[in-house]
């Protein structure tokens, strides 16, 4: 018995409207990666919250190294030694990685009232050097990737001296190179004792790094199985409980023939962007691979006009498009769902049926007021074509799965009716039954005669959905293949990294 850490037993939750967990239950072992899996809206998240203190359960028993406790708070959960590294990052962007990491308990000099900063960075120093980081302790985390933010979020948690550490999709903004630094500080982890719970929708890192996988669906659980006693496709099915869709590559002929919608040419921004020229025809979905750095986002928010452009133009069906602001690319017809849905996709407090409205507000304006009958009415419509699960249009944003909040925003620029929609990471971190039905939704739309830029990490996905693929690195082009039978994984990361075949 005194190898088990945590034993969770008979966990219920309830939101406005949703039984998020029913008889939860969870167990986790001193030195083990335990896989939890399950689609959005499956309870993870929130049975990993209770744990950690950002929700109190409504019923239930926690047992954490022999005793019962009630865990309720944040600070409680840390002091006990357990911490969670969140899917949505939770950085002071103008703080130092130093003053991220200790902040709440800064080292002190003689008179109290004066943080020693020096000691701060000396201790940074030894932990990023235990972990074999190469980041300096004093660089503001505005000026950090995505990934090394991810990582600066794991040494925070260890400075904790944490005996359990939950980490909430921390790939999902990662390169190969970045996973593998990961899964070394895993291992390094592991062999100290620690504790870790691994929450991913990637099937193929579950084999490599979890030990045991307990599998949730609909918030109860369903079963616990040794990783090295299953396969992926077991696990799949007993997280959906229905038959997953999986796409071949789409025949190309169609969007070769058809007229161009968006041609861009010469797009540069200094330092980002050089020299970018494309053209998307109608009926299209156009994959952006590269790797992380490459420019795919920043090439992304300056078609949108989100960032502006030193050079080059934008044309939309031969007209030029003035990018001066999303405003004015929205008037053009383009759509673009951000890879950060949470800040840039929808908002939250809000409800259903306003962040489907959003793009659109001035089509339901009636003189001086919104049209609230019009808007429910496109809300339901909008709400039943992309099945998104909700208990109302009236249901906050933030109380829907990942996978319901991305159809949200899709659905917003479908109420918007754009002919180009740009996607940055449309299923990042939602789960395989969620990707299955944005697949399908892509494929409908560009059958419609939408065409689409769909930037995507994961290579199988471009593989799967695009009819032609453009590779970046550096911020240039660096290739374009028909996605055809030479079209590759391997081709594509050679074009990433400018091994030009």
Same mark, same amino acid.
């Given at each position: 018995m005194e190898q088990w850490v945590v034993r969770m037993e008979g966990i219920e939750k309830r939101f406005a409207g949703v039984h998020a967990l029913k008889q939860g239950r969870f167990d986790l072992k001193s030195g083990e990666v335990h896989a939890l899996v399950g689609e959005n809206g499956a309870g993870k998240s929130t049975l990993m919250k209770i744990l950690t203190g950002v929700y109190r359960m409504d019923?239930?028993?926690?047992?954490?190294?022999?005793?019962?406790?009630?865990?309720?708070?944040?600070?409680?959960?840390?002091?006990?030694?357990?911490? +969670?590294?969140?899917?949505?990052?939770?950085?002071?962007?103008?703080?130092?990685?130093?003053?991220?990491?200790?902040?709440?308990?800064?080292?002190?000099?003689?008179? /109290?009232?004066?943080?020693?900063d020096k000691e701060m960075n000396n201790r940074t120093k030894a932990l990023l050097r235990q972990m074999r980081l190469d980041i300096a302790p004093a660089t503001p985390i505005a000026q950090l990737t995505v990934a090394k933010q991810q990582m600066v979020e794991i040494m925070k948690a260890i400075s904790y001296e944490s005996q359990v550490l939950v980490m909430d999709e921390p790939t999902a903004s990662l390169s190969d190179s970045e996973i593998d630094e990961l899964f070394r500080m895993i291992e390094q982890?592991?062999?100290?004792?620690?504790?870790?719970?691994?929450?991913?929708?990637?099937?193929?890192?579950?084999?490599?790094?979890? !030990?045991?996988?307990?599998?949730?669906?609909?918030?109860?659980?369903? !079963?616990?199985? /040794?990783?090295?006693?299953?396969? +992926?496709?077991?696990?799949?099915? +007993?997280?959906?409980?229905?038959?997953?869709?999986?796409?071949?590559?789409? $025949?190309?002929?169609?969007?070769?023939?058809?007229?161009?919608?968006?041609?861009v040419n010469g797009l540069t921004r200094k330092g980002k962007l050089h020299d970018i020229s494309f053209s998307l025809r109608k009926g299209e979905i156009l994959g952006v691979a590269g790797l992380v750095g490459a420019g795919r986002t920043e090439l992304a928010r300056a078609i949108f006009g989100a960032d502006r452009i030193d050079a080059g133009e934008i044309l939309v069906n031969g007209r030029k498009l003035q990018t001066t602001s999303p405003h004015q690319a929205v008037k053009g017809g383009i759509g673009y769902l951000s890879e950060d849905r949470k800040h840039f996709g929808c908002l939250l407090e809000m409800d259903v049926k306003t962040n489907l409205a959003l793009a659109s507000m001035s089509s339901f304006a009636r003189a001086l007021f919104m049209n609230d009958k019009r808007i429910a009415e496109a809300a339901e419509q909008r709400v039943e074509e992309l099945k998104v699960k909700t208990p109302g249009i009236g249901q906050q944003v933030k109380y829907l799965s990942g996978g319901n909040q991305q159809k949200v925003i899709i659905g917003k620029w479908l109420t918007r009716d754009c002919e180009i929609l740009?996607? !940055?990471?449309?299923?990042?971190?939602?789960?395989?039954?969620?990707?299955?039905?944005?697949?399908?939704?892509?494929?409908?739309?560009?059958? $419609?005669?939408?065409?689409?830029?769909?930037?995507?990490?994961?290579? /199988?996905?471009?593989l799967r959905l695009s009819h032609r693929i453009l590779?970046?690195?550096?911020?240039?082009?660096?290739?374009?293949?028909?996605? !055809?039978?030479?079209?590759?994984?391997?081709?594509? +990361?050679?074009?990433?990294?400018k091994r030009i075949v």
């Open positions: 019923e239930g028993r926690i047992v954490y190294k022999g005793q019962e406790v009630r865990i309720a708070d944040t600070r409680m959960a840390q002091r006990l030694g357990i911490a +969670m590294i969140h899917q949505e990052l939770n950085l002071a962007k103008d703080l130092t990685v130093a003053q991220n990491i200790f902040i709440g308990r800064e080292p002190r000099k003689a008179l /109290p009232m004066f943080v020693d982890l592991k062999s100290k004792g620690v504790a870790i719970v691994y929450i991913s929708h990637r099937m193929g890192e579950l084999k490599r790094i979890t !030990d045991r996988i307990t599998v949730m669906r609909d918030g109860a659980y369903i !079963d616990t199985v /040794p990783t090295a006693e299953v396969d +992926m496709d077991q696990i799949i099915a +007993m997280m959906v409980g229905r038959e997953i869709y999986q796409p071949s590559r789409p $025949e190309r002929k169609q969007a070769e023939q058809a007229a161009p919608v968006l041609q740009i996607f !940055d990471e449309p299923t990042r971190g939602i789960d395989v039954g969620a990707k299955s039905e944005i697949y399908r939704l892509l494929e409908r739309l560009a059958a $419609e005669g939408k065409s689409i830029i769909m930037i995507s990490s994961e290579l /199988p996905e471009v590779v970046m690195c550096e911020g240039r082009i660096t290739g374009e293949l028909m996605n !055809d039978e030479h079209a590759s994984q391997e081709r594509i +990361m050679n074009y990433a990294t």
